[in-house]
Nanobody
Framework: QVQLVESGGGLVQPGGSLRLSCAVSGFTFSSYAMSWYRQAPGKERELVASITSFGDMTIYADSVKGRFTISRNNAKNTVYLQMNSLKPDDTAVYYC??????????????WGQGTQVTVSS
């Protein structure tokens, strides 16, 4: 059974930091690129960051470059999103997924249930 379980969301003040984690099971994590997407109320889901299976390449949305860092630990089947200098515009539900610009032919799309991040004073 495939599971992607996000954690680490919550309420944070502007300028603060959060670290999201996504624990994966049920497929060969080390063979898949991984991504974080987010969806704010009334907006379309957008790609935040992606990382290749080996972690040697990353891409970021322009809106988060220099503030967010995606990383992974293949030994722990976990992908992370370190979010610094958070802004109210970062408020959204954040999703962990295998959907990625680095996807290979034959890769399957798996999604987590999402974790809420709220940036507010």
């Amino acid at each position: 059974q495939v599971q992607l379980v996000e954690s680490g969301g919550g309420l944070v003040q502007p300028g603060g930091s959060l670290r999201l984690s996504c624990a994966v099971s049920g497929f060969t994590f080390s063979s898949y690129a991984m991504s974080w997407y987010r969806q704010a109320p009334g907006k379309e889901r957008e790609l935040v960051a992606s990382i290749t299976s080996f972690g040697d390449m990353t891409i970021y949305a322009d809106s988060v470059k220099g503030r967010f860092t995606i990383s992974r630990n293949n030994a722990k089947n976990t992908v992370y999103l370190q979010m610094n200098s958070l802004k109210p515009d970062d408020t959204a539900v954040y999703y962990c997924t295998t959907d990625s610009p680095f996807m290979r032919v034959g890769d399957l799309r798996y999604w987590g249930q999402g974790t809420q991040v709220t940036v507010s004073s």
